[in-house]
């Protein structure tokens, strides 16, 4: 006690952040660092969740990168973060804009967008899984074929079945993208649009130069926001494909599941564990890379 | 689970508070624990067991805790070696080699259960719970697969009988098959889908059909990769290929076809038996699988079993081996039949003439007689190669011998890794 009479205000402040501190840091070291740590162990070791667990070195890994499933859903996993952040964030940008410039009912129409965000993505993924059925139950297949066109293969074909499951990704995610951006639009002050319609400056030149540059701490995070959330796509791919998780023949499974089946199918744990080290590593250096590129210059 | 721990902590402290006020005079009941996953019609067939099993047992008492299916095999293997949880353990067949390398689970008592007596009393593919000189592990129900037919379709297409040999069934296929003005199917002959029970259709039994056998070496070495096998590969993928009386995951899911009445035919497992029944307006008959062409019969069973975990000793192991035998009696097995509706796993209690008679169960339990279980190092791996195979063949032309070589390699591998420890 007389230690901490002894303190100056400054220094008891600190004593009282941290003990209040201790709580939040305590909960994170036994929640998240120490099964983070536990598993980077685990990588190195054999393990069936049963029984104890063998170190094996550096086998789970060389394993991993000459398998060349491995390196189909590492490439999948790619194009779900190259072809699904672009497109989220370019469709819902341009929503936005529009959106924000809507008067008539203005609440209504955003609540329709942000309604597929506030849904279940077990039941969106049913839905437009069914959606994609061919003819007798399909909805998009029985509209072409009632025009006489040919069905179209959507889940069940090696080249349409990832940008399939892909749309309804970018689809759930697009309302809580459409409303951060319009945040972020709001926040613009009104007096730059107002000097520069006195300048007679075109719309695109706007556009350009004062509405995308003020956006972009915005634009930062959702792309990093979106980033991670793509390579770490499951819900989707996984109630879309469950009779063949990631099929046709992986052509659409990503990391995240391969995971989920080495070790909950496969019961290899130590294998499973590498992977996601894989995982942490890859959605590190990206994250890393993107706020490098994107930081204010 | 800390709830659980709480709870057993709370009818301990109860416990001992009774046996004391009880004095030191009668004995004390023993407690033993049951563990199995959760679903409804098990956990409602379990405690009726156990109330029988207690009313014929004064002195035993058997506590059932149930966990969701994805974390069941996590919690056994911690409690286990931690001195905690069941004394008697539900396991699937597959697990028993991991099971008993982890030493979770020990053989069940040669004078209680002698080898011989079981295969005597068992169906034979219950032999793959014995390792060495003592069975481990005995189940109180088997599924099997068989012929689900929708008696509508039938009788619109003017078929009387259901199909008794693979040439029927194609022609039958071809009669309920429907199409539309484009070409497009709109009912199915017969449903397929390897990811649902058609791999095992194929594996045991129309490889055995067409004169192979699926696996050799106790199935550590693939052995589909030979004429039978392409036969039997050959015939399932006509089946779409050449006599387009079907279309792989026709209506997303084979049993979703049949429920809405789109299929004519289904071959699926005696777990369906309680889905179909409550489908309003579907009306659907049983029968065996179809035979081979030289008239062989064979099918695919698969089941849960019951262990007595190492964690029992003493009275509790007694209590443990007597809860055991009560579980593999006629009696439970009869009343497993009724409430969950999978089938018993000893002729005594299948074979009675009601049983054989009946109009569902039947066709399944007369298909236990030459049953085989495939031993899985790795089912869902295994499983991916076939459906691989066909998706290889459907998607991408892959020649027919050269897809099922491939399949063979794949499978082969899972199996090297899995047996290589």
């Known amino acids: 006690m007389r230690f901490y009479n002894n303190l100056t205000i400054s220094q008891k402040q600190i004593v009282w952040a941290w003990i209040f501190l201790a709580l939040p840091v305590l909960f994170y070291v036994v929640i998240r660092f120490y099964p983070t740590a536990n598993a980077f162990v685990l990588s190195f070791q054999e393990w069936n969740l049963l029984g104890d667990r063998k170190y094996v070195g550096l086998e789970n890994y060389a394993k991993l990168f000459s398998d060349p499933v491995f390196w189909k859903v590492f490439k999948n996993t790619f194009l779900y973060l190259i072809l699904g952040t672009p497109i989220s964030l370019v469709l819902s940008f341009i929503i936005a804009y529009h959106l924000d410039k809507v008067r008539f009912m203005h609440g209504t129409i955003r609540a329709l967008y942000f309604l597929p965000f506030m849904t279940s993505a077990v039941a969106m993924a049913w839905v437009w899984r069914w959606f994609y059925q061919p003819v007798p139950i399909g909805v998009f297949n029985n509209f072409l074929a009632s025009f006489g066109i040919s069905q179209i293969e959507f889940l069940s074909s090696t080249t349409n079945a990832l940008p399939s499951v892909l749309a309804c990704a970018v689809w759930a995610g697009l309302g809580f993208q459409v409303i951060i951006f319009m945040a972020g639009l709001r926040a613009i002050p009104q007096s730059y649009y107002e000097a520069a319609r006195i300048d007679g400056v075109s719309t695109w030149t706007v556009l350009s130069e004062i509405t995308i540059p003020l956006l972009k701490p915005t634009i930062v995070f959702l792309v990093v926001f979106s980033s991670i959330g793509f390579l770490r796509i499951f819900d989707q791919v996984f109630n879309m494909t469950t009779n063949n998780p990631g099929g046709p023949l992986n052509s659409t499974k990503p990391l995240v599941l391969l995971i989920y089946d080495t070790a909950f199918n496969g019961f290899n744990m130590g294998y499973a564990a590498a992977q996601t080290v894989v995982l942490f590593t890859i959605l590190l250096v990206v994250s890393l890379i993107q706020l490098r590129l994107l930081k204010d210059s | ?421």
Do not use: C
């Open chain 2, 1 to 421: 689970m800390k709830l659980n721990r709480l709870r057993t902590f709370m009818l301990g402290a109860a416990t001992a508070a009774m046996t004391m006020a009880a004095g030191a005079g009668g004995a004390s009941a023993v407690e033993i624990e049951y563990w199995q996953y959760f679903f409804e019609a098990r956990v409602d067939a379990m405690d009726k067991l156990i109330e029988n099993f207690e009313a014929a047992n004064p002195d035993i008492t058997v506590k059932m805790t149930h966990f969701p299916y994805d974390s069941y095999r996590t919690k056994v293997a911690a409690a286990i070696p931690a001195g905690q949880g069941p004394d008697v353990v539900q396991l699937f067949y597959g697990w028993l080699n991991d099971y008993v390398e982890a030493e979770l689970i020990q053989p069940l008592p040669a004078d209680t259960f002698p080898p011989e007596k079981i295969e005597e009393e068992f169906f034979p593919m219950v032999k793959a719970m014995r390792m060495g000189d003592s069975y481990w592990a005995l189940p109180t129900a088997v599924r099997s697969l068989a012929l689900f037919y929708n008696e509508r379709m039938f009788e619109e297409a003017g078929i009387e009988n259901p199909p008794a040999n693979l040439d029927e069934l194609v022609e039958t296929a071809k009669k309920l098959t429907k199409k539309d003005g484009a070409g497009n199917l709109t009912a199915v002959g017969l449903t397929t889908g390897m990811t649902a029970q058609d791999h095992h259709w194929i594996r045991e039994v129309l490889i055995r059909q067409f004169g192979g056998e699926p696996y050799l070496d106790d199935y550590k070495k693939v052995n589909y990769n030979n004429e039978a096998g392409l036969k039997a590969f050959g015939f399932y993928n006509d089946l779409q290929a050449k006599h387009g009386v079907t279309k792989a995951a026709f209506m997303d899911e084979p049993q979703a076809a049949f429920k809405a009445g789109r299929a004519g035919m289904h071959i699926d497992g005696s777990f369906r038996i309680g889905a179909l029944e409550s489908v309003r307006g579907l009306k659907w008959g049983v029968a065996e699988l179809p035979a081979g062409p030289d008239g062989t019969k064979s099918n695919y069973s698969s089941y849960w079993v019951n262990a007595i975990t190492s964690k029992a000793e003493g009275e509790k192991f007694d209590a443990a081996v007597k809860f055991m035998e009560y579980l593999t009696s006629d009696e439970a097995m009869q009343i497993w039949l009724e409430t969950v509706g999978e089938l018993p796993a000893k002729p005594s209690a299948a074979m009675t003439d009601e049983n054989i008679n009946h109009p569902v169960y039947g066709p399944f339990i007369k298909g236990l007689e030459y049953a085989k279980t495939t031993v899985f190092a790795n089912e869902s791996a295994q499983r991916q190669a076939m459906v691989d195979m066909m998706q290889r063949i459907e998607l991408q032309g892959q020649a027919l011998e050269e897809s099922v070589a491939q399949a063979a390699e794949e499978e082969q591998k899972v199996l090297d890794e899995y047996y290589k420890k």
